[in-house]
């Protein structure tokens, strides 16, 4: 059994700044690829910020110089800094996280967290 679990969302006057953090716990064996996903409403889930464990980031070009991807691969926790928030950031932001369960250490399998809402006023 794996979970991730999400935090930091909010409400946040445009040009502010927030921190989201996602933290997998469980029967886990190795956390490959963390990346951050975000659903605004009427429109299908998109890729923000992606790290692998080597570190290694990807960013979509609407929050390139604006969004920074880090994590800490010995808490299996992955961090996304938002700054300079405008309204159409608002969305619900999910976590995603390829695993290698204890259970199953030949296979990588995606998980996801339940959201988090993150809301800009302007």
């Known amino acids: 059994q794996v979970h991730l679990v999400e935090s930091g969302g909010g409400l946040v006057q445009a040009g502010g700044s927030l921190r989201l953090s996602c933290a997998a716990s469980?029967?886990?064996?190795?956390?490959?690829?963390m990346a951050w996903y975000r659903q605004a409403p009427g429109k299908q889930r998109e890729l923000v910020a992606a790290?692998?464990?080597?570190?290694?980031?990807n960013y979509a070009d609407s929050v390139k110089g604006r969004f920074t991807i880090s994590r800490d691969n010995a808490k299996k926790t992955v961090f996304l800094q938002i700054d300079s928030l405008k309204p159409e950031d608002t969305a619900v932001y999910y976590c995603?996280?390829?695993?290698?369960?204890?259970?199953?250490?030949?296979?990588?399998?995606?998980?996801w967290g339940q959201g988090t809402q993150v809301t800009v006023s302007s």
């Open positions: 469980g029967s886990i064996a190795s956390v490959n690829l």
């Open positions: 790290i692998t464990s080597g570190g290694r980031t």
């Open positions: 995603n996280a390829r695993i290698t369960t204890t259970q199953a250490t030949g296979f990588i399998q995606s998980y």
